[in-house]
């Protein structure tokens, strides 16, 4: 069986490319030698590897041609390469590291005819492209860990919390909508071959008994997060797993990392804390907090993906507006249950810890989750900077608990 070339998504690979390029080619050299932090990478290491990993399985893999840097695994392997050691590989310049991903994309470009002949072509053109989508989406994280300016063009901010109207009173401090219900019963969730591409964590779809559960409508917002901190949140310990009281002890956490005021730090901007976005960029152990102040938990991932049937992929995504938006917004586009903006805005935290599926077997990029099972917990949904063809009610990211760098809320479960 051939693969139709036009099933190797060419134009989406030309786009992803463009948008890497866009993410650094702004940056001067004193920006791209990057402070060595644990939840970033060297700049010119993340988009060498991506371009690197898509030659991996394209060309290397699928079609066994030779790398075209000789020693491009000692370089850009990032199952090989410890993450600290990255800073002291000698890696290509910035010039060196460009002509490298021109040639590699151009030729992957040039032998799709010939990699359509394999069967298999579409997963790994599909898995490079992926690939790729969630460094750039990393790309986005390091820009405002360090600071640097949002460097993309923005769409008509149509999701401009200044057209919406302000609620106020009681729809104002509390996430407004209230909760969805969803029926105790047998739901299947995970992925499907008919689903297309997916990754390895996501097979296959299985049943699980879920019981009735509330969930809210919108993810968790400032004007409640805020009444949270009002209260203390950040020194009481009761409300703190010991883990997650630890964890803020050491961070000598008192709000959200961005927070100043009542404004948010947003890249290299300060800009002013709306009550009816959504909280962002808290980690694990901030959102377990809060849920147990406000008595209520975090979903399990079951119950997220169960509460987000049908939602369509639609929201803010792919960076379009560079910044996350009114909770309330994109109305229509509800889950079956009436559950808001499941998709796009900000990752959602669940309470679950990331596990394989029953019969899990890994995929050939064995590096993708099973490493990481049951030391990092599980997101869902996808944030504005995630791209639209990345993104499903299905696919499930993970992240340690201590992360607060990534585009994250959550919300909550009644107890
Ligand atoms: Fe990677």
Same mark, same amino acid.
């Given at each position: 069986m051939r693969t139709a070339p036009s099933e190797l998504c060419l134009d989406g690979l030309r786009d992803a490319r463009e948008r890497t390029l866009a993410l650094?080619?702004? #940056?001067?050299?004193?920006? #791209?030698?990057?402070?060595?932090?644990?939840?970033?990478?060297?700049?010119?290491?993340?988009?060498g590897h991506a371009a690197y990993f898509a030659e991996f399985w394209t060309l290397r893999h699928l079609l066994g041609e030779p790398p075209i840097v000789p020693n491009a695994d000692e370089l850009y392997d990032s199952a090989k390469i410890p993450h600290d050691a990255r800073w002291s590989l000698p890696l290509p310049d910035r010039a060196g590291t460009l002509e490298f991903m021109k040639t590699q994309l151009e030729r992957v470009l040039e032998r799709a005819n010939v990699a359509a002949r394999n069967p298999d072509a579409w997963y790994f053109y599909r898995l490079a492209l992926h690939h790729e989508d969630m460094h750039d989406e990393a790309l986005i994280y390091t820009r405002q860990t360090l600071g640097y300016r949002w460097p993309?063009? #923005?769409?008509?901010?149509?999701?401009?919390?200044?057209?919406?109207?302000?609620?106020?009173?009681?729809?104002?401090?509390?996430g407004d909508l209230g909760d969805a219900r969803v029926p105790a019963g047998t739901y299947r969730i995970g992925s499907t071959p008919n689903d297309g591409f997916v990754f390895d964590n996501e097979k296959w779809a299985h049943d699980v008994r879920l019981g009735a559960f509330e969930i809210a409508r919108t993810p968790v917002t400032n004007a409640e997060y805020r009444a949270f901190i009002d209260d203390g949140g950040y020194r009481t310990h009761e409300f703190w797993s010991d883990e997650g009281w630890a964890w803020r002890l050491q961070a000598n956490a008192e709000h959200p990392i961005y927070w100043q005021g009542g404004m948010r730090r947003h890249? !290299?901007?300060l800009v002013p804390l709306r009550d009816n976005e959504p909280v962002a960029h808290v980690n694990y152990f901030e959102a377990q907090a809060y849920c147990r102040w406000a008595g209520r938990r975090l979903p399990t991932e079951a119950e997220w993906e169960v509460?987000?049937? !049908?939602?369509?992929?639609?929201?803010?995504?792919? /960076?379009?507006? /560079? !910044?996350?938006? !009114?909770v309330r917004l994109f109305g229509d586009a509800e889950s079956r249950y009436g559950c808001r903006q499941m998709i796009g805005n900000v990752w959602e935290w669940t309470q679950s810890v990331f596990e394989p599926y029953p019969g899990f077997a890994p995929d050939p990029y064995k590096e993708y989750s099973e490493p990481w099972f049951g030391t990092h917990y599980v997101l869902r949904g996808g944030a504005w900077s995630t791209r639209s063809r990345l993104i499903s009610t299905r696919w499930r990211n993970f992240y340690r608990p201590h992360r607060r760098d990534i585009i994250t809320g959550f919300r909550t479960v009644k107890v």
């Open positions: 650094v080619s702004d #940056l001067t050299g004193a920006q #791209l030698a990057v402070p060595m932090l644990e939840i970033i990478n060297p700049i010119l290491w993340e988009i993309l063009p #923005l769409c008509h901010r149509e999701v401009s919390n200044d057209r919406e109207p302000q609620a106020s009173g009681a729809e104002r401090s509390r890249f !290299d901007t509460a987000a049937a !049908d939602a369509p992929i639609r929201g803010n995504l792919d /960076g379009a507006y /560079g !910044d996350v938006c !009114d």
